[in-house]
């Protein structure tokens, strides 16, 4: 009876040592307990012998991939085909709905080519066991329990269902039926007719333009309205937009008058930020000056601090870091520094002298009196250990222009010295030389003014400067709050982290 076997294709598990074997079953020796497989494959890989034999000792697992049907000559498959197809394409046994057995095709994965079949291939390559073939395999069920009796045979009873395959066998699943007979995987991916493919090409433009995207988001957006959600890609409001000097964190709202002056200010000033800055008269300015010295603010800590600032601020007008740097010592900017004999001038000489401490050239212009300030004895005293230079000649002063000058020549009390010979001769080089002005705490009166500035550097509260003042700055020379409440001026200090900022007139 095992030659009712024969032409049927088997697959052989001998185990990790010997690997698998698929091939057409051509004998088997009930007395040697051997089966012989030709034009075998092994792991996939054809054989270069046209014949294996297998003991019964050394299988493993065997399953039964193909079943010739009776009178068919190609024996589900020809030897042509045997040796060009795949290796494990076969039959697989399964039972059907109405009873019969049935057999379908399906290809193993392997690196050999394989042929996709159309829809029409599919259906004629369905083999239905008759129930003769259902007896046969019976018997040869009980033959193969025989031979694993008689030396060991181990062989799995469920290897004719669908759960049991070959390592490298997909067994398809049902997908459903059409006109009553089943369709494997393949034939719903690949089976669709070739004539059925379109010749035109798709209109992707006109297919979009039907897509109406504001009535979907518009409809996406009243669906989360009801529902209380809110879709992640599309927000249903907008964010927030902040300029560069905008505060994106929330604050207390700015009181933009936090000075407020004890008179009505002649003239009001607001700073970058929107805080509005009053002026204040000379009187009660001095006055500020004298109870701040009453409490420890010395004159030489005023001017000290005086000169700092100013300095600072002489450095940015010269270029700041793009031009005092080591690698451009041979660009050292000049500096012309006009003073007069009294407090201004010391304010101008302690400017010099650190302007000179930072690599600038500072020539100071001083008149000679017989007797001086001592404030602006000790300021000489401390100029002269720098390497800047000092005239009391107009003619010493430099013929070409210089990079800025610093004017410290007028002061709000003695009017006498603007009749001095040496100060019209000192302003009428000032006017001729092209080189901007800075002044230091200049005078009210514009009538006072004989150099025309466009900078002005106020100390402390600004007093009511004109036009010829130019554009004017207010630095913080260290006065106490409680020092302004003192004089009756409500004060909150303007400056936040510097200690020069610009005012604008309102």
């Known amino acids: 009876m095992a030659t009712d076997w024969l032409g049927s294709i088997v697959s052989i598990n001998c185990g990790e040592s010997l690997g698998v074997y698929q091939g057409r079953v051509s004998a088997v020796d009930q007395v040697s307990q051997t089966i012989s497989l030709t034009r075998p494959f092994h792991n996939g890989v054809k054989c270069l012998v046209p014949e294996v034999t297998f003991r019964a000792g050394d299988i493993t697992e065997l399953k039964i991939l193909e079943i010739p049907g009776p009178g068919d000559s190609r024996q589900c498959g020809d030897s042509q085909q045997m040796d060009t197809a795949m290796p494990g394409v076969g039959c697989q046994v399964g039972p059907s709905q109405n009873g019969t057995g049935k057999v379908l095709k399906k290809p193993m994965s392997s690196s050999a080519p394989q042929n996709i079949p159309r829809r029409t291939d599919m259906k004629s390559q369905d083999i239905v066991i008759s129930p003769q073939q259902q007896c046969s395999k019976s018997y040869m069920d009980r033959h193969m329990e025989t031979l694993s009796q008689s030396k060991g045979f181990r062989r799995r009873h469920n290897s004719w269902s ?109 700073t970058d930020s929107g805080l509005v800055v009053p002026s204040v008269s000379y009187e009660l300015h001095k006055k500020l000056l004298a109870v701040a ?57 302690s400017c010099g002298r650190h302007l000179s401490n930072h690599d600038v050239h500072v020539i100071l212009f001083l008149p000679n009196f017989v007797k001086m300030l001592e404030s602006i004895t000790n300021e000489l ?61 200049p005078p009210i009166s514009e009538m006072e003014l ?48 510097k200690f020069v900022i610009p005012l604008h007139s309102t």
């Open 162 to 270: 669908s759960s049991s395959r070959h390592p490298n066998q997909v067994t398809p699943k049902k997908s459903g039926l059409k006109n009553g007979q089943m369709k494997s995987k393949d034939d719903e991916c690949f089976g669709d007719d070739i004539d059925e493919i379109p010749d035109t090409d798709f209109d992707f433009e006109g297919n979009l333009a039907l897509f109406d995207k504001a009535a979907v988001f518009e409809e996406i957006e009243t669906y989360e309205r009801r529902s209380g959600t809110r879709s992640r890609g599309t927000p249903s409001e907008k964010p927030a937009r902040y300029r560069h000097d905008e505060n994106i964190l929330e604050s207390e709202p700015i009181v933009y008058r936090r000075i407020v002056v004890p008179q009505n200010p002649n003239k009001e000033f607001c």
């Open 450 to 497: 004989g150099i025309d500035a466009k900078w002005s550097l106020a100390l402390g509260l600004p007093l009511p400067l004109g036009e010829r003042a130019g554009r004017v700055y207010l630095c913080d020379i260290g006065i106490p709050q409680k020092v302004f409440q003192e004089v009756g001026i409500n004060y909150h200090s303007p400056f936040g982290c």
């Open 293 to 349: 010295e009453k409490h420890g603010l010395t004159l030489e800590r005023r001017l000290e601090m005086t000169g700092v600032c100013a300095s600072q601020m002489a450095l940015s007008l010269l270029g700041g870091p793009n031009r005092l740097n080591p690698k451009n010592v041979h660009q050292r900017p000049t500096v012309a520094l006009l003073c007069g004999p009294h407090v201004k001038g010391a304010q101008g000489i």
């Open 381 to 441: 005293n401390l100029f002269s250990k720098t390497q800047g230079q000092q005239v009391s000649s107009v003619k010493d002063l430099p013929d070409t222009p210089v990079d800025l000058v610093i004017n410290c020549l007028d002061c709000h009390e003695n009017a006498f010295l603007r009749d001095q010979p040496w100060y019209k001769a000192v302003v009428d080089w000032a006017n001729q030389n092209r080189a901007p002005v800075l002044s230091i705490d």
